[in-house]
């Protein structure tokens, strides 16, 4: 069974940092990307950062560049997406994906969803 479980999200004030975590079980880093994807309220999901299988690839949104960073750790099988400068635009729920492949699309396994709140 495939799961994953996100944490870390919370109230911050802008300007602050967070570090999101997300427990993986079920799939293998070897051959899946791991992703973020954010959805604020109102808006439509977006992708925020993925990291290929083996660690080839590794893609930032535009809003996310400079600011977050994604890893894992293959040893705890966790991703992790530290965030730093967070603005209150970064106001979403934020959620652990897994796909099949060197590509986060989104079409594969899902988290249930930490929520980050950036006041101003």
């Known amino acids: 069974e495939v799961q994953l479980v996100e944490s870390g999200g919370g109230s911050v004030q802008a300007g602050g940092s967070l570090r999101l975590s997300c427990a993986v079980s079920?799939?293998?880093?070897?051959?899946?990307?791991i992703g973020w994807f954010r959805q604020a309220p109102g808006k439509e999901r977006e992708g925020v950062s993925c990291i290929s299988a083996s660690d080839t690839i590794i893609y930032y949104s535009d809003s996310a560049k400079g600011r977050f960073t994604i890893s894992t750790d293959n040893a705890k099988k966790a991703v992790y997406l530290q965030m730093n400068d967070l603005k209150p635009e970064d106001t979403a729920v934020y959620y652990c994906?897994?796909?099949?492949?060197?590509?986060?699309?989104?079409?594969?396994?899902w988290g249930k969803g930490t929520l980050v709140i950036v006041s101003p």
């Open positions: 994906t897994a796909d099949p492949g060197y590509r986060c699309l989104g079409k594969g396994y």
């Open positions: 079920g799939v293998t880093f070897d051959d899946h990307a």
